[in-house]
């Protein structure tokens, strides 16, 4: 059994992106996986202030007294991380981008020892995810998780359930 928490960054509590991780959450936990979920839109997050606060005086503690404290006992929480997002500007929307930001703190506290794996969920109009692939290659490049897989375009519920089972 995995821990997962899903972060959802869609401004729609029950839109495309919504389904898709209903379908998900569905086959995790038909595979007997945990699932949290967090509705970032729904959520008191700043942007990183560049301060660098929690690389000295915070020892790994973000200076910021917000919601990503929730955010962050996830973090410590999960083995599977979900970013899912509507297309914005081909890429992810900044609501989901402010959170991951945000992981300079923990990410400098715990270093090697938070290493996850991770899905991506995207929905779209289109089709063009190019954008979307390179910024998480990258990501994962940088700080060492792996992707299990990602589900690109709305109407896939279906996939995004055998991802979830597959897990």
Not at 52 to 77: H, L, P, R, T
Not at 113 to 124: L, N, P
Request: proline share 2%; aromatic share 12%; net charge positive.
């Amino acid at each position: 059994m995995k821990k997962i928490l899903i972060l959802n960054g869609s401004p729609r509590k029950n839109g495309k992106t919504a389904s898709l991780v209903k379908a998900f959450t569905e086959g995790a936990k038909s595979a007997g996986h945990e699932v949290k979920e967090m509705y970032i839109d729904g959520m008191n997050i700043a942007s990183c202030k560049a301060c660098e606060y929690c690389q000295s005086k915070g020892k790994g503690n973000c200076i910021q007294k917000d919601d990503m404290a929730q955010v962050y006992e996830g973090f410590v929480w999960a083995d599977v991380i979900v970013f899912a997002s509507p297309q914005y500007w081909g890429t992810i929307s900044g609501q989901l981008k402010v959170v991951i930001d945000r992981l300079y703190a923990p990410l400098f506290r715990y270093g090697s020892e938070m290493r996850k794996e991770f899905v991506v969920i995207m929905t779209s109009r289109g089709n063009m995810y190019a954008m979307t692939e390179e910024f998480f290659a990258i990501f994962s490049r940088y700080i060492g998780w792996k992707n299990l897989g990602n589900i690109l375009g709305a109407g896939k519920e279906l996939q995004a359930q055998m991802l979830g089972k597959s897990i």
